[in-house]
């Protein structure tokens, strides 16, 4: 979609607890440009099917969906790769005052959201600790601004080619294309 590639990592996920609003971390990385998606610590097969059916039927564009993976090996990873790191929080440095700056780097960017309390490690491992505003909300809600600021509302024009299903923009009712169903 974009030449610089955003990974979204997902930490402390809950399966029986979290099943819903980790799918819709997922869901929001891959509508709003990110490349791919990472569940931290468990490998929930749940939440890895419902993303790829959504792929299938709506397109992937080579989105990527991987889970189980120890969180700081591959932040480590990452970094030596020359990848950087931000963790939205709301604790750190508001959106707007880095957000120029950080696309300017063109680097590739492993963004971290949390579930509940995000160890301090991941305050120091990450290049960026990012606030969408200081006020608690939603690992949804940051992760949409986040990329929509990054990307500058271009991912939101952006047509998956595999797409089997496609909506037709209506002022009233639902039109959809299928191909290949
Ligand atoms: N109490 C938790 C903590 O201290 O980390 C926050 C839990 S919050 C429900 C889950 C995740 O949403 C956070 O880990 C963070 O990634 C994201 N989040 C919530 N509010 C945010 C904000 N204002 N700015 C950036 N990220 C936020």
Known sequence: MFNLKVYVLRLGHRPMRDKRITTHVALTARAFGAS??????IHDVNVVKSVEKVCSAWGSSGFKVISGVDPFKYIREWKDDGGLVVHLTMYGVHVDDVINELRALNCDLLVVVGAEKVPRI????ADYNIAIGHQPHS???????FL????EGRELHFIYPDAKIRIVPSKKGKVVIRHGQ
Do not use: K, N, Q, S
């Open 148 to 151: 929509d600021r990054l990307f």
């Open 36 to 41: 791919g998606f990472i569940l931290a610590g």
């Open 122 to 125: 991941i305050y120091e491992l």
């Open 139 to 145: 690992e949804v809600a940051a992760l949409a601004v």
